[in-house]
């Protein structure tokens, strides 16, 4: 079980650091709420499953769908497609 945990704790250093340097803010929202998902299953090893429970709705389901909601209205979401869509085919071009 030990190891299970430690692949989880690297599990969450990675997506720190996922979302740190990832430039693309859909990808960092997802990041994000893999990040709340695995800290809820810390919750649960450490035997504290009203914290899990909060985590997973807190930080994997509410502040997710604000933070989508607030791309859309942004319009950052449709931003990023233009600019992958233009990226992808200026490499089509070259």
């Not at 607030?70 to 070259?94: C, F, G, P, Y």
Request: net charge negative; hydrophobic share 55%; glycine share 4%.
């Amino acid at each position: 079980m030990e190891i299970f945990e430690l692949i989880l704790l690297g599990f969450i250093i990675v997506c720190a650091l996922a979302v740190s340097f990832s430039k693309n803010l859909l990808n960092s929202i997802l990041v994000y709420m893999s990040y709340s998902l695995v800290m809820a299953i810390i919750w649960i090893f450490l035997e504290s499953p009203d914290l899990a429970i909060t985590e997973a709705a807190v930080g994997a389901g509410v502040t997710s769908l604000l933070f989508f909601v607030t791309l859309k209205k942004i319009h950052a979401m449709r931003e990023e497609d233009k600019e992958d869509e233009q990226t992808n085919s200026e490499e089509r071009v070259k």
